[in-house]
């Protein structure tokens, strides 16, 4: 079945830096977007970054702090974060784009503190 295992988040000072992985298993990995989603407390889950076979696409509050890339091999998708921010704390959930239910991580909390 499909399976999206993320690695631990972790706290982290203003400014800093951390990446997240997310490991899928499953499913034809390399044939479907990936994307990085995040909720914060009282907030709805939004989109931070999305990546297609070719190309991604950024959330306007992230761009040019964040970079998300993949690893078809490792079937492993990252999300490397900059220049962290208080308003970066949240839960951060892994996706996969495939067709039927959603698949979602587990989840694994960042926060950043100023």
């Known amino acids: 079945q499909v399976q999206l295992v993320e690695s631990e988040g972790g706290l982290v000072q203003a400014g800093g830096s951390l990446r997240l992985s997310c490991a899928a298993s499953?499913?034809?990995?390399?044939?479907?977007?990936m994307s990085w989603y995040r909720q914060a407390p009282g907030k709805e889950r939004e989109l931070v970054a999305r990546i297609f076979s070719v190309g991604t696409n950024y959330a306007d509050s992230v761009k040019g702090r964040f970079t998300i890339s993949r690893d078809n091999a490792k079937k492993t998708v990252y999300l490397q974060m900059n220049s962290l921010k208080p308003e970066d704390t949240a839960v951060y959930y892994c996706?996969?784009?495939?067709?039927?239910?959603?698949?979602w991580g587990q989840g694994t909390q960042v926060t950043v503190s100023s």
């Open positions: 499953g499913f034809t990995f390399s044939s479907y977007a």
């Open positions: 996706h996969a784009h495939l067709p039927g239910p959603d698949y």
